[in-house]
C-alpha cells in the first residue's frame, strides 16, 4: 500500500542550510521510489487556518518510506531542515482505489 511522508512546516529560515537541503533531498528519494505529491505550492484555505507549507511525498510502501527516513543519505541532510524550520513530520498508509468512506463505520 502507498505511503505518504507528510511535513507540514513552519517558520522556515530560507537560507544556505536550506537551499542545500533542497539541492540534495530528491537524491535521498530516488534509491526508496520516493516522489514529490506536494511541494511549495500555495494552499487555498477554505475553513480555519493554515499557517506553514505542506509537503507531500509518495512511497511505494511503509518499508520504502521509514527505509528513506532512516537512511544515512536523509540523515546526513536531516539536521539542515530541523535546525532551520519548525514542523510536524508524519508517515501515513493511503487507501485503495476501491475506499469509500463508509468504510470506516462498523461493519
Not at 511549495?40 to 518499508?63: C, H, K, M, S, Y
Not at 518510506?65 to 531542515?81: D, G, N, T, V
Request: include cysteine; glycine fraction near 8%.
Amino acid at each position: 500500500m502507498t505511503t505518504y511522508a507528510i511535513a507540514k512546516l513552519r517558520h522556515v529560515v530560507m537560507g544556505e542550510a536550506i537551499a542545500e537541503y533542497l539541492q540534495r533531498i530528491d537524491a535521498t528519494l530516488e534509491p526508496f521510489g520516493g516522489q514529490f505529491r506536494v511541494h511549495g505550492a500555495q494552499a487555498q484555505v477554505l475553513e480555519g487556518t493554515w499557517p506553514g507549507d505542506l509537503i507531500i511525498i509518495e512511497f511505494p510502501d511503509g518499508r520504502a518510506a521509514r527505509a528513506w527516513y532512516a537512511s544515512s543519505a536523509y540523515q546526513a541532510i536531516l539536521p539542515l531542515r530541523t535546525e532551520n524550520s519548525q514542523g510536524d513530520v508524519i508517515l501515513i498508509d493511503g487507501v485503495s482505489a476501491d475506499h469509500c468512506a463508509a468504510d470506516l463505520l462498523p461493519a
